[in-house]
């Protein structure tokens, strides 16, 4: 009688790699590869069935310090070169992590057309809101005026909104996190592996050599309560220390609302995922949060819903072809003009 053996559990050192981690000390990419190890052990899915891609830029280092399959491919193809894999693999569980100007720019049009085809893809979205790599050039996600070293008098391009541009898109997933709440990251990661169909989770990331502190007013402790909105299922939109501010909505537009004077908690907005409508009012909240008149930002889902992933539909397609008509390859590749030489 053969003996029966169990894998052992895998733990977060298990998914690390012997690369030396080569991204500059403080890097807010530091904690994004924490909390995705430490997420892994989790989902139960050995680590020759997991892929991480990525294409170039800082957090495109990523998949060396992975210990499972990956590919540092080449500059915003990333998505599609997950989207092959995922088409004749789909079985494996895959992973593209990409930066804001990654997969905005040089990628802008494969992330697109990776959202609306819907593969069962997850996609990590650092936003640094600058290109790191290259040393400081504004990027798609930088702010209007910001001054750079391709930009000397200020940038006069209007910036992207990731989490909008994705629910265009016709994104079934969306949400948002930040790299110095390592509790809510890892909520999110789950979120977004546990969705079918592919998942855009963008993560504000401080890059502390060339945009420090873009994102410290919603991390620092002092300014965080009243500057983040976190989304909750079915719960009503409450920020502030005491949560005894919420948002409402006065027609089409929100507005905060003070539940110490004389605003009650049933007047305020209620998060439902499912939402197409309310969830892109919720991702043009997006102002300058130094300006006097603002709304906090919100982080968590944005908008869940489900629609079959292009690859089951490819592989069903595939299917029925063979079926109306069987398949001989070796007589497709001869045809009618083949010739013995003897």
């Avoid at 030396?20 to 050995?46: F, H, N, T």
């Avoid at 200020?154 to 992207?160: R, V």
């Avoid at 999110?188 to 969705?195: D, I, K, W």
């Avoid at 719960?235 to 905060?256: E, M, R, S, T, Y």
Wanted: aromatic share 10%.
């Amino acid at each position: 009688m053969s003996e029966v053996t169990t894998a052992p559990a895998l733990s977060a050192k298990d998914f690390a790699t012997d690369q030396e981690v080569r991204w500059c000390p403080g890097c807010g990419d530091y904690s994004i590869l924490a909390q995705v190890q430490k997420v892994m052990p989790g989902l139960g899915i050995p680590k020759e069935n997991i892929v991480f891609i990525s294409g170039i830029g800082c957090s495109s280092r990523f998949p060396y310090y992975m210990n499972t399959f990956g590919m540092h491919s080449i500059h915003g193809r990333a998505t599609a070169i997950a989207s092959g894999l995922k088409a004749s693999r789909p079985e494996l569980s895959v992973w593209v992590v990409t930066g804001d100007g990654d997969s905005l720019s040089i990628g802008g049009n494969h992330t697109i057309h990776l959202l609306r085809r819907n593969l069962d893809i997850n996609v990590l979205m650092f936003n640094n809101q600058i290109y790191g790599l290259t040393k400081g050039q504004y990027s798609p996600t930088s702010e209007e005026h910001k001054i750079t070293k391709s930009s000397p008098m200020g940038s006069i391009d209007h910036p992207f909104n990731p989490a909008a541009l994705a629910l265009g898109a016709d994104g079934t997933f969306v949400a948002r996190t930040m790299d110095r709440d390592p509790k809510h990251m890892q909520a999110m990661l789950l979120r977004a592996y546990g969705h079918k169909g592919t998942s855009f989770l963008e993560i504000y990331q401080n890059c502390n050599i060339f945009n420090d502190g873009a994102f410290e007013i919603f991390t620092e402790k002092a300014s965080k309560p009243e500057e983040t909105l976190f989304l909750e299922q079915g719960k009503p939109l409450l920020f502030g220390a005491n949560n005894n501010k919420g948002i409402k909505l006065d027609g089409f537009k929100p507005v905060v609302v003070d539940l110490d004077k004389g605003h009650s908690v049933d007047e305020v907005w209620v998060h439902d995922e499912a939402d197409i409508y309310k969830a892109q009012i919720l991702t043009r909240i997006f102002d300058n949060p130094r300006s006097e008149a603002h709304l906090p930002r919100p982080f968590g889902v944005f908008y869940e819903t489900k629609r079959p992933c292009y690859e089951e539909v490819m592989a069903a397609q595939i299917d029925e072809a063979k079926s109306r008509k069987p398949a001989d390859l070796d007589k497709l590749l001869r045809g009618s003009e083949v010739w013995t030489i003897s």
